[in-house]
């Protein structure tokens, strides 16, 4: 910005120069400003338009007022001023609320993570309680047959079954704990 102002300021010492020669001031300054908002029409819209706007407002002031030269600078830097510190402060607003949004969408992403994990572990750990119950109960039931009916064959049937299933459940609780490691580092 402060480049903008000081080449516009170096140009209005120009065509202070070109005003002695006979060239009516505010058509070549203005005509100047012009050509200095198409270059920069590419790079900067609102500035462009801004430069545009000046040259407007210098034919004006050039029509109605011999002392031209003088009210020119002067106009031209405080709307380019003006400009500026109202574009600046669209920027910052802009960019503090994207800041704030960035930041209140980390927080819910994070409340929305740690509560999935929390079920996910609950879930697990309910189904490994209601496997051990359901085996316990299997168990119990078998010995309490057995007690019950003294037959030998079938309480040492009943024992190896109850040995395989004992060996069958640890497995299966091995297995759901190590699933359970490798899904919960995953998220």
């Known amino acids: 910005m402060r480049r903008a102002i000081g080449k516009l300021v170096e140009v209005y010492d120009v065509f202070l120069k070109?005003?002695?020669s006979g060239v009516g001031p505010h058509f070549a300054l203005s005509n100047h400003l012009r050509e200095y908002a198409a270059n920069f029409a590419e790079k900067d819209e609102e500035l462009a338009t801004e430069l545009n706007t000046s040259a407007q407002t210098i034919e004006d002031i050039g029509k109605h007022?011999?002392?031209?030269?003088v009210n020119a600078r002067s106009q031209v830097i405080v709307q380019l001023k003006c400009w500026y510190s109202e574009s600046r402060k669209q920027f910052k607003q802009e960019m503090s609320d994207i800041g704030k949004r960035k930041t209140q969408l980390e927080t819910e992403m994070k409340r929305a993570g740690v509560a999935k994990l929390k079920e996910i572990e609950k879930t697990r750990e309910s189904?490994?309680?209601?496997?051990?119950?359901?085996?316990?109960?299997?168990?119990?039931e078998g010995i309490l047959f057995c007690k019950n009916h003294a037959a030998s064959e079938l309480t040492d049937y009943l024992r190896q079954m109850l040995v395989q299933m004992?060996?069958?459940?640890?497995?299966?609780?091995?297995?759901?704990?190590?699933a359970g490691k490798v899904d919960s580092s995953s998220y």
């Open 127 to 140: 189904k490994k309680e209601k496997d051990f119950r359901k085996r316990m109960k299997l168990l119990r």
């Open 65 to 69: 007022n011999k002392d031209f030269v």
């Open 18 to 20: 070109k005003a002695a």
């Open 166 to 178: 004992n060996i069958l459940g640890e497995e299966s609780t091995r297995t759901i704990r190590e």
